[in-house]
């Protein structure tokens, strides 16, 4: 018994869209930073900003290593007072990015590369900056004052 030419055709083209999207999703992977330090089995460091919308103040900036071979995550806080350059703290460095760019990303960034010159001076160890990625989560405020912030991640 044969199958109907409709439903072959159907077949045919549902297959050659299941593997464009498979290989999609393999390329993606593969261009990805993360994915290519696990595979390699090196750490992967990365920026971790966390921003409660509508709040004039600067995020919560964190500095974050992960190692695949260990499978640990290593998350250090910086504070708003840490000096970057000079006298410079952190939460001065947003506040003069935020006012020559207006775009609160993008003063975000700014104090990342800051921080970032000030962590390879003090590591003992170099850092991989090449694949250095930058996350952010934005915290909306809760109801009440006891009650903890949700936390949505957002790319």
């Known amino acids: 018994m044969e199958f109907p ?3 072959l055709n159907a077949q045919r083209v549902l297959t050659v ?3 464009g999207a498979s290989l999609s ?3 993606v992977e593969l261009s990805s930073p993360l994915s290519s330090h696990i595979r390699s089995g090196r750490p992967w460091s990365f920026w971790l900003s966390a921003r409660t919308p509508g709040r004039a103040a600067p ?5 974050g290593v992960y190692d695949p071979v260990r499978r640990s995550l290593v998350l250090i806080h ?3 007072t840490t000096k970057l350059q000079g006298k410079l703290t952190a939460a ?10 207006d775009d609160e990303r993008a003063a975000a960034r700014a104090v990342e590369d800051l921080a970032q010159a000030k962590i390879s001076a003090l590591s003992l160890e170099p850092v991989d900056w090449a694949g250095a990625g930058r996350l952010t989560l934005e915290l909306a ?3 009440e004052e006891d009650e ?8």
């Open 92 to 101: 001065r460095a947003y506040t003069d990015a935020l006012r020559a760019t």
């Open 25 to 27: 999703v393999a390329y």
């Open 59 to 63: 995020p919560a900036l964190h500095f």
């Open 17 to 19: 869209l299941l593997l």
């Open 78 to 80: 910086v504070p708003e």
């Open 5 to 7: 030419r409709a439903a």
């Open 141 to 143: 405020a809760g109801e």
């Open 148 to 155: 903890e912030p949700a936390v949505t991640a957002a790319r």
